[in-house]
């Protein structure tokens, strides 16, 4: 039987490509791609 595996979400994604990999915060890569902070990271 095939195993399932875990999707990742795409707050995470964001994460760990740009926030952590860059050094930035949720704050600053959200007025970068225009959008409300809360919406970064769900």
């Known amino acids: 039987m095939a195993e399932l ?4 979400t ?3 994604m964001l994460k760990e ?3 952590d990999a ?3 915060t949720q ?7 225009f959008v409300p902070p809360n919406r970064i990271i769900k």
């Open 5 to 8: 595996i875990e999707l990742a």
């Open 10 to 12: 795409v707050g995470e």
């Open 17 to 19: 490509e740009f926030i």
């Open 22 to 24: 860059f050094g930035i």
């Open 27 to 33: 704050n600053i890569l959200a007025a970068a791609i």
